[in-house]
């Protein structure tokens, strides 16, 4: 295999988009050649049912800085993106849609913003060209709600057009469909992350490949990402605290009960008798929860040699020779 060194890496998942990768791969090709910096262009083809892959074929015979992915079926985006990530050569690596919706002319502007320190730019396309209810309306919910839940504030989580520092994505490993909150799990390991207009434009050939049931993946996702930003290296936070709640409540409940029945009472037909143990038996299981997490916490950094921080840089000061 031949070794090769390039700044850039654009990553494109690609599904049933014969109609439009000849134009894509133009359009990148007339933006990214003039700058005068080494790029290779990757488009990873998620398993197409159409002709894409005769495309993709055609196109490596006439583009030198073309590689193309052909992943066996279709994985989703967030496994394409991950192909593209782990075969990507460039030091800044930036993604978009192969719908054409993306410009190409703002890549450019997030190479830039990248240049400046930053380690994460995402696009927000604030004149989006998409139905206003069914596309544009429940977008802005999400990125409300996303935001509010992640503390990490930008107005356009789904948008494609993202510029990466390589190193950081090295970090990140991402699975089931968590490629939408990919600012959150950069966010995770002490990204610098900032957020850059661009333009949209509007869809010319085929169709959305989205629908509603998307919103209840966001949904899942989001429970878990949230999950992961608070409390990754200390699951017995959220468990254990929970425990003690439920184990303290089933305490002075059955004080409570133990108390009435010194006095003469029955309990035994009680429903508060057996919500106190139910309390009591979940959290023991809650707390038990917690230090089997605390476990697995430990087996995951261990065991990779990942540590629980990031260092950005190490500044020393000069010493005196003598």
């Known amino acids: 295999m031949t070794s090769y060194n390039v700044d850039i890496s654009i990553v494109i998942p690609i599904f049933n988009e014969e109609e439009s990768i000849h134009l894509l791969v133009d359009q990148l090709l007339k933006v990214m050649r003039p700058i005068g910096e080494s790029f ?20 490596t015979l006439e583009v ?28 800044i ?20 913003k990248i240049r400046d320190g930053f380690d994460l730019v995402s696009g927000w396309r604030y004149r ?57 799990l950069a966010n995770i390991e ?11 434009r509007a869809r010319k050939y085929g169709k959305s490949k989205y ?13 878990t990402v949230w999950f992961m930003n608070r409390f990754l290296t200390r699951p017995m936070y959220v ?15 059955s004080l409570y009960l133990l108390g009435i029945k010194i006095m003469g009472e029955n309990i035994g037909n009680r429903p508060l008798l057996m919500f106190s143990l139910l309390l009591g038996i979940a959290g023991v299981q809650l707390f038990c929860f917690g230090l089997l997490g605390e476990l697995q ?15 950005r840089n190490t500044l020393r000061g000069r010493r005196s020779s003598s």
């Open 40 to 59: 290779e262009i990757v488009l990873i083809n998620d398993g197409s049912t159409d002709k894409t892959e005769d495309a993709l074929s055609k196109l």
């Open 64 to 91: 030198p800085e073309l590689v193309c992915i052909l992943l066996r079926k279709n994985y989703g985006q967030t496994a394409a993106m991950a192909a593209g990530f782990d075969l990507a050569k460039g030091e």
């Open 93 to 112: 690596i930036v993604t978009l849609d192969g719908d054409l919706q993306n410009d190409p002319r703002d890549i450019p502007l997030l190479i830039a």
């Open 128 to 184: 989006r060209k998409d139905s206003e209810l069914t596309r544009k309306l429940p977008s802005k919910i999400a990125n409300r709600l996303i935001g509010y839940v992640t503390g990490v504030r930008l107005n356009d989580y789904g948008c494609s057009l993202k510029a990466y520092r390589k190193e950081v994505l090295s970090d990140i490993r991402p699975y089931g469909e968590l490629h939408r909150f990919l600012p959150v």
């Open 190 to 200: 002490g990204a610098k992350i900032t957020e850059l207009r661009v333009n949209h």
């Open 211 to 223: 629908g509603i049931d998307r919103t209840f993946r966001v949904l899942m996702d989001l429970l």
């Open 239 to 253: 468990f254990g605290f929970g425990g003690m709640i439920a184990i303290c409540g089933s305490f002075l409940t």
């Open 297 to 311: 916490i430990r087996t995951y950094h261990e065991s990779q040699g990942r540590p629980i921080y990031r260092i």
